[in-house]
């Protein structure tokens, strides 16, 4: 990644966790890592330095749960393109999503060491990549991506497609070692049915304990942690009695989730604006019929359930799980989380506990000596009101990484 040095005068410093503005501030980006935040000395803008007047300072956001490589709605036509092709779409993909104002993504399957290391050197543009290489599926489970028809698939690792099959407590710790040894960032698991995939039901448990256990193990072996594709009370629950650390969408979950979440301490990674998106526009995007029809069994219960999740103070973080042309509509969680969050706490979503979930405390999602030099300026405090960055085009005036000015 290329980094820069970085002055910026008499801006509005945002800081999540105090919810509190700092005003006429100056920001010093030194190799890519702020070095200063402190009160503007109030002469004049030098030329090289960015002159923030009237606008606000914003740690760079995260996006939790991204598919940077799901060009298409249809994940079973994925398992089948050029590997080339789909690394190409997904380099498209990057440079958009930093645009709109995400300087650090975790993907939550199928991105990998080779993207992350490209984004490293410098020669793709895109945001900071946590991943997880492929998810950890059954046969059957939400990543086997076969038709109901289809016998056998190509299991090379290089073809594309968001997960891996594996079955029995032996391939599930061959797998996560694997996974592990490509680098990853996080596990993640397949633990109940899915939208997009097409042979299981939302409510199906998927794993048995100990095939969970052995993928759990692995990862605290390694000092990483597992990440659970979960949507209902019964595969939430036992995803975190088991080890999990972040359990994704949670859609159906209920009050004793939430009780199993405050007894762990694991986060709560929810995903709203992916069923919006298809229920209105999945058909149009390759998604199948039946794969639609799925969507509608939990499209009314993820705002419930964060609200739940939030009333009790569990750990909640950004996350948008968007296919194809549709992550176009990335910044429509905000707007979406904003119907039962307030705008600190949806802001503290993208930033700071999103970094606690990475464990990147105090070097992303925090605008302070010692972090990397990730921000945004925007046109109006985003905790008076969050809405305007659901539109990052309008609101969003620069993106700035590791002190390069990426947008303007």
């Known amino acids: 990644m290329i980094v820069g040095d970085r002055v910026i005068r008499r801006v509005s410093v945002v800081e999540p966790d105090t919810e509190r503005v700092r005003e006429r501030q100056r920001i010093v980006i030194e190799r890519g890592v702020i070095t200063e935040v402190a009160d503007d000395p109030g002469d004049a803008v030098r030329d090289g330095e960015l002159d923030g007047a009237d606008r606000y300072a914003v740690p760079g956001l ?3 749960h991204v ?4 060009y298409t709605a249809d994940e079973h036509a994925l398992t089948l393109q050029s590997p080339s092709y789909v690394a190409a779409r997904a380099v498209d993909e990057l440079a958009a999503t930093l645009a709109r104002g995400f300087t650090t993504v975790r993907d939550a399957a199928g991105a990998d060491h080779g993207l992350a290391q490209a984004i490293e050197e410098g020669h793709v543009v895109g945001p900071r990549l946590f991943f997880g290489g492929k998810a950890l599926s059954a046969t059957g489970g939400h990543a086997d991506l076969r038709t109901a028809g289809q016998n056998v698939h190509d299991t090379h690792y290089a073809m594309p497609g968001l997960g891996r099959v594996c079955d029995g407590v032996t391939e599930v710790r061959r797998a996560a070692r694997d996974e592990i040894r490509r680098g990853a960032h996080h ?4 633990l109940s049915g899915g939208c997009a995939s097409l042979t299981d039901r939302i409510d199906s448990l998927q794993y048995s304990d100990a095939e969970i256990t052995a993928a759990v193990e692995e990862a605290a072996a390694a000092g990483i942690y597992c990440a659970a594709h979960a949507y209902t009370a019964a595969a939430v629950n036992r995803a975190l009695r088991l080890g999990v650390r972040t359990v994704e969408h949670g859609n159906l979950l209920d009050e004793t989730s939430i009780a199993a979440f405050q007894e762990t301490g694991a986060f709560y990674v929810p995903t709203l604006v992916t069923y919006a998106a298809l229920a209105e526009e999945g058909r149009a995007h390759g998604l199948a019929p039946d794969s639609h029809a799925k969507v509608f069994d939990v499209l009314d219960g993820g705002l419930q359930a964060l609200r739940l999740a939030d009333q009790d103070g569990l750990p909640i ?9 549709m992550r176009r509509r990335q910044n429509e969680e905000f707007a979406l989380r904003a119907e039962v969050q307030t705008p600190g ?4 979503s993208a930033t700071t506990t999103a970094a606690e979930l990475l464990n990147q405390r105090g070097r992303l999602g925090v605008i302070a000596p010692g ?3 990730d921000l945004l300026l925007t046109q109006h405090d985003p905790l008076a009101d969050i809405r305007p960055l659901a539109s ?5 005036t620069a993106v700035i990484q590791a002190g390069q000015v990426r947008r303007a």
């Open 392 to 396: 990052p085009a309008d609101e969003i």
């Open 317 to 325: 973080a950004f996350g948008t799980d968007l296919l194809g042309d």
């Open 187 to 190: 596990l993640k698991l397949m």
């Open 62 to 64: 995260i996006d939790c």
């Open 67 to 70: 598919h940077v490589t799901a």
């Open 371 to 373: 972090a990397h030099g």
């Open 345 to 348: 706490a949806v802001l503290r």
